[in-house]
């Protein structure tokens, strides 16, 4: 197969516009008006340019350049590949974009209960996943790992709980540090909260500077915006950490969750959207609903190293099964097959 990976160009409007997207989609509220939909119509023109429409199979992720589904010529197929969760969003916008997703060939969700029953065309539920080869996933040494942590000033001995997040409401990165707060009072920890500035995301800066405030006094609290493809800093964080957090309110899979669980660590994760498919509870780690459950369970896992093994090694075990690449090459190539047989009928 002959595989390329093209990137959507847009401004400050444009990506307003697709946040207020995302979160009416995935929120199930939203105040939009009738510009936002010009705007975004405006912008799938620009990048026609972008993206050469003479490929036999197009994969489209997510609602951003849903609407250059409008270009499609000839035999080419199309698939829409959703990463968050639809199903329940605010109706204007689905609305809007229904109008685009309904011409594609067929979608891929990620979870089971983003499936939509106002779609006619096929869904395939496809999980994402985790490429343990990659720099982000593969085995380092200890000294790397050292090395990264005194680097970024924070102590080998002290345990570590850890999030790898944008800095986004739905991340719930002030419930994190609430959480943090709480068990801080029961166990010596230090956390790390991770974060890097994404180019399409207005509302980051607004959310870090909550973030930096509610952080404020507490040398144990490591706020950390690192340049993108910061894979291997990621890497020796995820593997120094004794728990990791993925605190999610809203979400769509979540490959934090896989990635940490892949370095057999226990994970407590929001109890939403795909964390639950990855974060069996009790089993491969823990769910919660509130800074208090979090904090519960940071405090469970720091004191009880053997809890934290048995559930680290069934986490890797579960990654290993349904979460790795290889399972999700296959799932594309099912879905190939079946767009290009129905082609040929
Ligand atoms: N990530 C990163 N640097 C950061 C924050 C996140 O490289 O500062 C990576 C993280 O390791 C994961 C991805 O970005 O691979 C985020 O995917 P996820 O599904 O967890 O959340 P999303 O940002 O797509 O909602």
């Given at each position: 197969l002959n595989v390329d990976w093209k990137v959507i160009k847009g401004d400050s409007d444009f990506f307003n516009v697709t946040k207020s997207f995302h979160n009416a989609l995935q929120n199930g509220v939203g105040n939009i008006t009738e510009d936002y939909f010009k705007i975004y119509d405006k912008w799938q023109e620009?990048?026609?340019?972008?993206?050469?429409?003479d490929y036999d199979i197009m994969f489209i992720h997510d609602p951003q350049p849903a609407g250059l589904v409008r270009f499609k010529k000839g035999n080419s197929k199309w698939i829409w590949r959703c990463h968050i969760d639809i199903s329940n969003p605010y109706q204007p916008v689905w609305n809007f974009l229904k109008k685009y997703i309904s011409q594609y060939d067929s979608a891929i969700i990620s979870v089971p209960s983003f499936g939509r029953d106002d779609l006619e065309i096929?869904?395939?539920i496809i999980p994402p996943s985790i490429d343990p080869l990659s720099i982000k996933n593969?085995?380092?040494?200890?000294t790397t790992i050292l090395r990264i942590l005194h680097k970024f000033d924070l102590s080998e001995e002290k345990p570590l709980v850890t999030q790898v997040s944008r800095f986004?409401?739905?991340?719930?990165?002030l419930g994190v540090i609430q959480a943090y707060k709480m068990a801080k009072r029961h166990v010596d920890i230090q956390l790390l909260y991770v974060g890097s500035p994404a180019t399409d995301?207005?509302?980051?800066?607004k959310v870090y500077n909550e973030v930096v405030k509610a952080s404020q006094g507490d040398k144990d609290i490591h706020l950390l915006l690192l340049p993108p493809y910061s894979d291997l800093e990621i890497n020796a964080f995820q593997r120094a950490s004794t728990v990791v957090m993925q605190k999610s309110i809203k979400e769509g899979f979540?490959?934090?969750v896989s990635e940490a669980m892949w370095k057999k660590k226990p994970v407590i994760g929001g109890n939403t959207g795909?964390?639950?498919?990855?974060v069996i509870n009790g089993i491969t780690g823990f769910l919660v609903n509130s800074p208090q459950g979090a904090s519960h369970y940071i405090i469970y896992l720091i004191r009880n190293k053997k809890v934290r093994e048995e559930i680290g090694r069934r986490a890797k075990e579960h990654v290993r099964r349904n979460f790795l690449i290889t399972r999700e090459l296959r799932d594309y190539l099912m879905t190939i097959s079946y767009v290009a047989n129905k082609f040929s009928e």
């Open positions: 620009a990048n026609l340019s972008e993206v050469p429409m096929p869904q395939f593969r085995p380092i040494p200890d986004d409401y739905a991340k719930d990165p995301d207005p509302e980051g800066e979540g490959l934090t795909g964390i639950p498919l990855q």
